[in-house]
């Protein structure tokens, strides 16, 4: 049974648009982070440190993904973001209070919603021009048969 979990994940991925995978991974970073807030107030610190050091690597990933040249200073802003996130986990790792993974939990829920949003208003706005164009494309006929009449 777990082969084919293993399978299915693995198509899932696979077959996942570039959108899909950006969730899937704050998905994942938001869960490595919770599971260490777990791991920590169960006094397990190595699994705490095995979180943090997945959601790390996560982030690391965001981070050097960033386009510069077309981002602009949103990719500045969000690259700063990621560098105060992996500098918070970075002092998670001694941090026994918790804090530090809340801190980074907050944020990378935050910017998963955004994420969220954004790729949703994309696909409106996609979905809008095909539909624009769809109907532009069904006019044509149309507008042809209109004009040659017209002329004739």
Same mark, same amino acid.
């Given at each position: ?10 198509? =899932? ?17 938001i869960?490595?982070t ?5 791991? /920590? ?5 190595? =699994?705490k440190l095995?979180?943090?050091?997945k ?6 990933e ?5 386009? =510069? ?13 990621y ?15 918790? /804090? ?5 939990e ?17 696909h ?10 769809? =109907?532009?494309?069904?006019n044509?006929p ?7 009449n017209?002329?004739?």
């Open positions: 049974m777990n082969a084919y979990l293993d399978q299915y994940k693995q198509n =899932h991925i696979y077959t996942a648009t570039p959108e899909q995978i950006l969730i899937m991974l704050y998905d994942g970073a869960r490595f919770r599971q260490a807030m777990m791991a /920590e107030e169960q006094g397990n610190q190595v =699994h095995e979180r943090i050091s959601t790390m690597a996560i982030i690391v965001f981070s050097n993904t960033l386009n =510069h040249d077309i981002g602009g200073k949103i990719a500045a802003d969000l690259d700063g973001l560098q105060f996130m992996i500098r918070e986990l970075s002092a998670a790792r001694k941090d026994t209070t918790g /804090e530090k993974l809340k801190t980074v907050g944020l990378l829920v935050d910017l998963r919603e955004t994420w969220g949003q954004a790729i949703d208003i994309n409106q706005q996609q979905e809008g021009s095909t539909t624009l164009r769809e =109907h532009e494309q069904n044509q149309k507008k042809v048969y209109v004009a040659l017209a002329a004739g």
